[in-house]
């Protein structure tokens, strides 16, 4: 995961620095709520914590890799290089590595989206829609990673009726 957001990041900020040439439509640009670029300034907060932690992360893991024997020490650093040289050429399904961490970065790219949506089902068939089925898997498996990412929508079932008071 480590070697994924370092990729991850560098797309960012080149998508930052050149937004022209990453955009594929030539339709303009909308503006921005106040609120709606509060919640872009704490998602990028948030993903700038997350990406200084995954960096804490492969530090550590590096330092306490000499810790251990030999052949361990080995294994682990072969594999840690190997992780890295797999750079994702493209944005592309198949490409970012397994399913889940792919559902993270659709997550990610598409919030705004998402956040609309009514519930974990509908969310499932977009993942389906872009992604396959065979990628995706049940909607138990989509909603656990909703569960775990702490996103919620609209309580299930049939709406409370209003109570009406006569005067």
């Known amino acids: 995961m480590c ?4 990729w991850m990041m560098e797309w960012l900020n080149a998508q930052i620095e050149n937004p022209d040439e990453m955009k594929e439509d030539s339709s303009p640009e ?13 998602v990028l907060g948030s ?17 306490s890799s000499v ?5 361990d020490m080995t294994d682990f650093l072969l594999g840690y ?5 797999r750079k994702p050429k493209t944005l592309k399904v198949g490409n970012l590595g397994n399913p889940t961490f792919e559902i993270y970065v659709f997550m990610l790219m598409y919030w705004r989206a998402i956040e609309q949506m009514d519930s974990v089902r509908q969310f ?3 993942l389906i829609t872009v992604m396959g089925a065979s990628r995706i898997g049940d909607q138990k498996r989509v909603e656990k990673i909703c569960q775990r990412m702490g996103l919620s929508f609209r309580k299930a079932g049939r709406p409370k009726k209003l109570i ?3 005067a």
């Open 67 to 71: 810790d251990q024997t030999y052949e």
């Open 164 to 166: 009406q008071t006569t």
């Open 124 to 126: 499932h068939e977009v």
């Open 3 to 6: 070697e994924m957001a370092v």
């Open 30 to 42: 909308k503006e921005l709520t106040e609120d709606e670029f509060k919640n872009g300034q704490a």
């Open 81 to 85: 290089a190997e992780a890295f040289s």
């Open 47 to 63: 993903l700038q914590d997350w990406y200084m932690a995954m960096r804490r992360l492969a530090k550590r893991a590096l330092c």
